[in-house]
């Protein structure tokens, strides 16, 4: 009598926790699932007392709106084109310095180093004035130029402090062996540790990408120009004086979503298997 | 390709021959390190020296057209801090992040707790929400949460309604600063919990099974194995948790801008709305600079808090 009590109250427990599960998971979801859902409702279904849960059938009415107009598009452009330059910048500055922190000892490393992580933790909330001021001078506000500047130096602190984590770990025989061999310092570098770190730099450039694709309160501040406005600024400009155009602002907004919880998936699935990993061993 | 012909071959490099590589060899490193150095002085160190002597100077529009500088040593600092709104705005600011941290780790621990205990299914599914909270940015979590909470036909007054919880059709949550305040602390912690949540289950899947077993053996409840087992050695991650929570939840100007603009009545203005009021909407660009330079400060102290505890659990 007693085990099958006990065996009923542990079910019990499990059937607890596994609607607390899913409570909390609708819960934490629903934000994502309702800006999707009125990405794809007609305006009548999103303006409306009683709210449509389900968009069936669904309209793309507000998605081809937004996919029509000429703003879109151009700050799809700005967006990529300051994304693109930073990814790619950013990964070359930062691979070359991790190279050196790396592979290299010299003076005055230990101190660069030091200064990396000091660098990290200066607030970029609390700067957005001397930047609006120096690019003011510069004559560069308004225009893309400055956003990248500001968010190379950003992403550069961190993502070198990565890279050399990434660089350390291949063991230095192997480039080694390939000068034995007779490769020059440049092949070294091409050749054998280039591809061994390319998963460093696959996970260092989607760090620079969603910082520099997300970003919204220097892109707000530093672009003032309604031609330049890169995506966040695009999406924030649905908001009026009195309403906002919710049904185009949240097609706009699950578009530019997609990409980023796409290229969250890829890191997050290695994040997990590290984990899963570590609970083996326990 | 020219250089890799170009480049002098290593290849067991008689002594002699590296010997007279050495100043090159020597320079190399650096070279490799100036764009990195360059990027960050230039786009970073500068700036902060910019802030801080501007806090010092009396810097509006007319000095910023005339290119005219007046220093005024601690004026600004003597304004700022004599400022009443000024100790209106910071307490908030810190309350607000309190509210926030506290209950981020709470519900946090929560989910982590969850997460172990659960059935496979429900853990993939709870997992998969947390990360498309996680990804989900920043800026679009507030303009998202604007809309669940529209007065007129937001889903949040349609369902609390209908649910019988209130009779709020046509409430606007953002007329008062406290309804608006809640509104802010959900769109936060919904945001921040993910990562939190999933921090923590990872903690909690390096600390062995049969501790909490043994435990469990000897009559302890949940309760008892949390506070004597499992706090303990998660004590560090906690702590790292914890002030970088206290660190993102006091830089919070896209979800207030997006949402209330520091409204009702300047009455969600925090310290980050604050210095875009005085400095890009008023043009104080000196006052503005001393409030960033003090905010500068506290954030600072605080990661070095955090430093700390990453020191301490390397240890």
Redesign the interface.
């Known amino acids: 009598m007693r085990a099958t009590g006990l065996t009923a109250t542990v079910a019990g427990r ?1 059937r607890l ?2 609607g ?3 409570v ?3 819960i ?2 629903f ?2 699932y ?2 999707a859902s ?1 990405a794809l409702k007609a305006d009548r279904d ?6 449509q849960f389900v968009p069936w059938p669904i309209d793309l009415s507000n998605l081809r709106q937004v996919l029509g107009d000429d703003t879109f598009w151009h700050a799809l452009r700005s967006s990529l084109l300051v994304t693109v330059a930073v990814v790619v910048a950013g990964t ?3 691979l ?2 991790a ?3 790396a ?2 000892r ?1 003076r ?2 230990a101190g ?1 180093v030091l ?3 000091i ?1 990290q ?14 690019l ?1 001078n510069l004559g560069l506000l308004g225009h893309l130029t400055g956003l990248m ?2 968010y ?2 950003f992403t ?2 961190f993502t ?1 402090w990565m890279l050399r984590g990434f660089v350390a770990a291949i063991p230095v025989e192997l480039e080694e062996a390939a ?10 570098f091409w050749r054998i540790l280039f591809p061994l770190v390319a998963p460093g730099l696959l996970a260092t450039s989607i760090f620079a990408f ?1 910082t520099a ?2 970003e ?2 220097y892109a ?2 530093l672009i003032n120009d309604p031609a330049n406005y890169p995506l ?1 600024v695009y ?2 400009s ?2 009026g004086r009195d309403s ?1 155009a ?1 049904g185009p ?2 097609a706009v ?1 699950t578009l ?2 997609l990409p ?2 796409a290229f ?2 890829v890191v ?1 699935r290695r994040a ?1 298997a590290g ?1 899963s990993a ?2 083996i ?2 | 390709m020219g ?2 012909e170009a ?6 490099v008689p002594v002699q021959r590296a010997q007279r590589r050495r100043p090159r060899e ?1 320079s ?3 070279l ?2 100036l ?3 360059v ?2 002085f ?7 020296a ?2 801080l002597s ?1 806090s010092f100077q009396r ?1 509006n529009l007319a000095d ?1 057209v005339t290119h005219t500088t007046t220093w005024v040593g601690l004026e600004n600092y003597r304004t700022v801090l004599t400022d009443r709104f000024f100790w209106t705005v910071l307490p908030r600011t810190l309350g607000f992040a309190a509210v926030c941290v506290g209950l981020t780790l709470v519900i946090g621990t929560g ?1 982590a707790l ?2 172990q ?3 496979r ?3 993939t ?17 507030a ?6 909470f ?1 007065p ?2 937001g ?1 949040i007054n ?1 369902l609390a309604s209908s649910a019988g919880v209130c009779d709020c ?1 046509h409430h606007s949550w953002f007329a008062d600063p406290w309804s608006a305040f809640a509104v802010l602390v959900a769109l936060v912690v ?1 945001g921040a ?2 990562f939190v949540a999933l921090s923590i ?2 903690g909690l ?5 049969e501790l909490a077993e043994a435990a469990r053996v000897d009559g302890a409840g949940p309760v008892r194995i949390f506070v004597s087992i499992i706090w303990p050695m998660l004590r560090p991650l906690y702590a790292i948790l914890t002030v970088l929570s206290v ?1 993102w939840d006091t ?1 919070v ?2 979800q207030v ?2 949402t209330t603009k520091g409204g009702p009545y300047q009455g969600t203005v925090m310290l ?1 709305v604050y ?2 009021q005085k ?2 909407n008023n043009s104080q ?1 000196g006052a ?2 001393t409030i ?2 003090l ?2 400060v506290m ?2 102290s605080l ?2 808090l ?2 700390r505890a990453m020191r301490d659990e390397a240890r």
């Open positions: 499990r926790v596994d607390s599960c899913v909390l998971a609708l934490f979801v934000p994502v309702w800006m009125t999103i303006v409306s007392y009683t709210p070359v500055v930062a070359s310095a190279v050196s922190l592979r290299f010299f005055g490393r660069f200064a990396l992580i660098v933790m200066i607030p970029g909330e609390a700067l957005f004035i001397p930047y609006y001021l120096m003011r500047l500001v190379l130096s550069v602190p070198v000068a034995i061999d007779g490769a020059s310092r440049w092949q070294t969603i694709w997300t919204f309160t707000y501040v966040p999406i924030q649905f908001i906002t919710y602002q949240m907004a530019f979503t980023v919880i969250f998936l997050q997990v984990m570590g609970a061993k326990g | 250089t890799i480049e002098p071959v290593i290849a067991s020597r190399l490193p650096y490799l390190l764009p990195a150095t990027t960050v230039l786009t970073l160190l500068y700036p902060v910019t802030m501007l810097e910023l989910c969850l997460l205990a659960a059935s299914w429900a853990r599914l709870l997992s998969l929400a947390l990360v498309a909270a996680w990804a989900t940015p920043v800026l679009i979590g303009v998202v949460f604007k809309w669940l529209d007129e036909f889903v349609y059709r919904w919990v993910p289950y990872a899947l390096t600390i062995a099974p660190i830089k100007f896209p801008w997006l980050g210095i875009y400095g890009i660009f503005a600079s960033a330079v905010m500068t954030l600072l990661s070095w955090y430093v």
